[in-house]
């Protein structure tokens, strides 16, 4: 997810930039929102809350 954000804001900014920047832009933004999901989705719960157990239909 941020990852998608950073690499494509990368792209932008090495395409302004030119140059060798071109390529290290992207990756450097693609790196910096992997590492940003990684830490979003280690604060997300494992497993889906469960279900109370005595109320049966």
Sequence with gaps: ?????????????GLYLGGPWTFIAPAIGFGVGL???????HKMPRHPPEKDQGKED
Excluded: A, E, R, S
């Design 1 to 13: 997810m941020l990852c998608c954000v950073g690499l494509i804001g990368g792209l932008v900014v």
């Design 35 to 41: 590492v940003g999901d990684m830490k979003f989705m």
